[in-house]
């Protein structure tokens, strides 16, 4: 893969934007509540956009749709692309390996065991049999934050090898029905992400999560902290691997000054992440809890500031 930057404008070309990833899963008509909700900069910029905030920003290139593979309909992945095509954008589909239905999910060990004994190989060919077919670029994105103890993901926590296996039969499947897609191997950016890099050859971008939370830096830290501050780290230990690192999932919430400040960050060129290609706005409401009792944080552009 080959990515170009033009030094004149700081924007991508556009074969970057073909070669690169993503969609979002436009499951009925939206009404859109702004034109103009990017952040300003010329960092490649994309959404998962439910809510259709961004949906007639131009300046939005990616749009980012969730699957969970037990609940996917199908035909609907048609209409994401027939969407992302009328905007001319990328599509990245993250691919959850379970239910949205919390009370009918799996254990992590029946999921991991079914997995790698081939009982979930369907799921994978139905949904990446359509991705084929579309039109726009497409980039999977499967089993995300596997890294993250938190509780949240039930892969996580899996030993690493079992990991490593389910995703290089999942990625096989998948290049099988749509040779054409990119993969992102997406963890949240800890310490221990390294235990389960599937491989070069398995991997097209390295993804990360970035999130602020003002109330809750403030509380554990003594501070709020900047996008740059939480993105160093896990931009340092995503890049090791020679990939393109995209910040597959990004979220702030604060204080009007705070947010302002992180809105005028998210989309700079830095000369210190020379290898970051693009950031992902998450739209939505937190679904899983923060630690320490501090709720599901709303991330949406128009509820954000507290």
Not at 177 to 205: C, K, R, T
Request: hydrophobic share 40%.
């Amino acid at each position: 893969m080959t990515y170009h930057r033009d030094p004149r404008s700081m924007r991508w070309s556009g074969k970057l934007l073909q070669m690169m990833f993503f969609a979002g899963l436009i499951l009925s008509p939206v009404m859109p509540n702004s034109t103009n909700a990017a952040p300003p900069g010329d960092m490649p910029f994309g959404a998962y956009d439910p809510g259709g905030d961004f949906a007639n920003d131009a300046e939005v290139s990616i749009e980012h749709l969730f699957l969970p593979w037990e609940d996917v309909f199908l035909p609907s992945l048609i209409d994401a692309d027939v969407y992302a095509q009328e905007r001319n954008r990328a599509i990245l589909t993250t691919i959850e390996p379970w239910t949205w239905n919390v009370s009918e999910r799996n254990s992590p060990d029946y999921l991991r065991n079914s997995l790698l004994s081939g009982d979930y190989d369907g799921y994978m060919r139905a949904i990446c049999a359509v991705l084929g077919t579309m039109e726009s670029p497409v980039t999977i994105r499967w089993a995300q934050e596997m890294d993250d103890f938190s509780g949240q993901f039930i892969w996580a926590k899996w030993e690493p090898d079992d990991y490593v296996a389910g995703f290089r039969r999942v990625v096989d499947i998948c290049r099988e029905e749509a040779p054409q897609i990119d993969v992102m191997w997406s963890p949240l950016g800890f310490e221990n992400l390294p235990e389960y890099h599937p491989g070069d050859d398995y991997v097209d971008l390295v993804g990360v999560s970035v999130f602020g939370l003002q109330r809750w830096e403030e509380a554990e830290f003594g501070n709020a902290r900047s996008f740059v501050d939480i993105l160093t780290p896990r931009y340092e230990r995503a890049v090791q691997f020679g990939k393109p690192v995209v910040v597959a999932e990004l979220g702030y919430v604060g204080d009007a000054d705070y947010v302002q400040k992180w809105e005028q960050e998210v989309r700079q060129v830095y000369p210190q992440f020379p290898s970051l290609v693009g950031v992902i706005y998450f739209n939505q409401t937190e679904v899983y809890p923060w630690p320490d009792g501090f709720g599901l944080p709303d991330w949406r552009i128009n509820e954000r500031v507290e």
